[in-house]
C-alpha cells in the first residue's frame, strides 16, 4: 500500500481514539487537520488500513462499524447499557480453541459479545444496593 498522507492521519484519529471510533467519528476529527477530505475518502482508508491488518474493523450488528487500533488478539463487548464497544481479553484465541475440537477446520469468524461495561456494572451493583436498602 503505497504512502499517503490522508491515510496516515486517518490511522493517527484511530490510534488516537480513547475507544473504538466509528468511521463518522474519525471524519470529524481527520476533518479538523484536512478540511477538504471527503466522507467516502475516509471510509475507503478505513476499509484499506483494516484489509492490510493496520488497525481492526469492528462489526456491530444494527450500528456503524467501529474501529480499533490495538492488534493483539482480543475480543469485543457491546455495553447494554451505554452501547459502547469495549475490548475483552480472552486467555485464549477462540479460533486456537476451535482448531482443538475433533473434525472442525475453523477459517474464522465474527463474535458479537453483549454485556455491562464497568462502568455501568458499577453503576447497576449501586442501584441495586441502594434498592435493597430501601
Known amino acids: ?7 496516515e492521519l486517518i490511522r493517527e484519529a484511530v490510534n488516537q481514539s480513547n475507544g473504538h471510533p466509528t468511521a463518522d467519528a474519525v471524519y470529524q476529527q481527520v476533518r479538523q487537520k484536512e478540511p477538504t477530505i471527503s466522507l467516502a475518502t475516509v471510509y475507503r482508508n478505513l476499509s484499506q488500513l483494516a484489509e492490510n491488518n493496520m488497525i481492526r474493523r469492528v ?22 447499557g451505554c452501547g459502547k464497544v469495549v475490548d475483552v481479553w480472552p486467555e485464549r484465541p477462540l479460533a486456537e480453541q476451535f ?3 475433533p473434525g472442525v477446520c475453523c477459517t474464522g469468524y465474527e463474535l458479537v459479545l453483549y454485556g455491562l461495561c464497568p462502568t455501568c456494572a458499577d453503576q ?4 441495586k444496593t441502594q434498592a ?3
Open 59 to 80: 462489526v456491530v450488528p444494527g450500528d456503524s462499524d467501529h474501529f480499533d487500533c490495538t492488534m493483539e488478539y482480543h475480543e469485543h463487548m457491546i455495553c447494554t
Open 99 to 101: 482448531r482443538a475440537l
Open 124 to 127: 447497576e451493583n449501586r442501584q
Open 1 to 7: 500500500m503505497k504512502y499517503s498522507r490522508q491515510r
Open 132 to 134: 435493597e436498602k430501601g
